[in-house]
């Protein structure tokens, strides 16, 4: 499931850190129960924000592949093993196979590094945001995996968009207050490979050139419309 999320610049690596470790429970269940269970025996949501770019940049290859299996065939393993009662898997979990990097080695350094150099007065009034995924493993009958995927497309269903945005919108007013700046979260889309990462992205940018004003609005209609639903 792939998000964008903004808050004030000088607060990202702060932001970062509490979306990553810090995600409640209750947001992570609420993820799960959206699925429709009669197309799989179980869904677990390994509960962080995790950096888009850097994943489709680090596992979308050979090498990378095969990270990827380890997750998911090892990270629900490892969740019952620890002795944890729910289908959510923890960062601390998930961090035996794939670890986060810091802003400065991720492949949306030179944005982030353009945003906190600039006029410390025009970055006083700015926003930042950046594109987060959520990894979900989905335990299919083979010959229901069809089913499953065609599933997906209730979250390109207003319906379905809306239930999400409004549980997202709860958790990051709850984050925001603790952090004591606002986090503004953007759902783009669900998908059922690291590709689709790329393709979220894309039509959110597209949404956003077309309408350049009033910009945090104009995101929040795009987390339950997306281009109109």
């Not at 269970?37 to 050979?62: G, P, Q, Y």
């Not at 090498?63 to 002795?83: A, D, K, R």
């Not at 025009?122 to 499953?148: C, P, Q, T």
């Not at 997202?168 to 503004?184: H, Q, R, W, Y």
């Amino acid at each position: 499931m792939n998000f964008a999320v903004f808050c004030a610049i000088d607060h990202f690596k702060e932001m970062e850190d509490m979306i990553l470790k810090n995600i409640p429970l209750k947001f992570s269940e609420g993820l799960i129960s959206l699925f429709d269970n009669k197309h799989s025996h179980r869904i677990n949501v390994i509960s962080s924000f995790l950096r888009s770019t850097d994943l489709a940049h680090e596992l979308n290859n050979d090498e990378g592949e095969q990270t990827l299996s380890y997750i998911i065939g090892g990270s629900p393993v490892l969740n019952f093993e620890f002795g944890n009662k729910t289908d959510v898997i923890p960062y601390e979990i998930l961090e035996k196979y794939y670890v986060q990097k810091p802003i400065e080695k991720s492949q949306s350094f030179n944005s982030y590094n353009k945003s906190i150099n600039k006029d410390p007065l025009v970055r006083m009034v700015s926003s930042y945001s950046s594109f987060y995924s959520i990894l979900g493993i989905a335990h299919i009958d083979e010959d229901k995996m069809d089913d499953f995927y065609d599933n997906l497309e209730i979250f390109n269903t207003k319906k379905k968009r809306e239930e999400l945005s409004v549980g997202m919108e709860n958790l990051f007013e709850e984050l925001s207050e603790k952090a004591g700046f606002e986090i503004t979260p953007v759902f783009l889309g669900a998908g059922e490979d690291l590709d689709s990462i790329y393709t979220e992205i894309e039509l959110y940018r597209e949404y956003m050139q077309d309408h350049t004003t009033d910009t945090l609005k104009e995101c929040k209609i795009y987390s339950i419309n997306k281009h109109g639903l």
